[in-house]
């Protein structure tokens, strides 16, 4: 059953979602700005937003 889930949660889109948070956060190392409290919520939000919407287009 858990690997149902896993094969439904497409872990191989999963890098796209990780990405821009990657580049956004190296930007914000160049000019001082960053927060690796942020950079963390916001690689969990990424990552689980992703995983929901591949649920979601399988459902549909």
Known sequence: MFKLW??????RTLPLAVAP????AGTASIY????LVLVLFALFVALFLQIGV????DYS
């Open 21 to 24: 948070i990657l580049v956004g």
């Open 54 to 57: 591949n649920y979601a287009n």
């Open 6 to 11: 896993l094969k439904g949660a497409r872990l």
């Open 32 to 35: 001082g700005t960053s927060n």
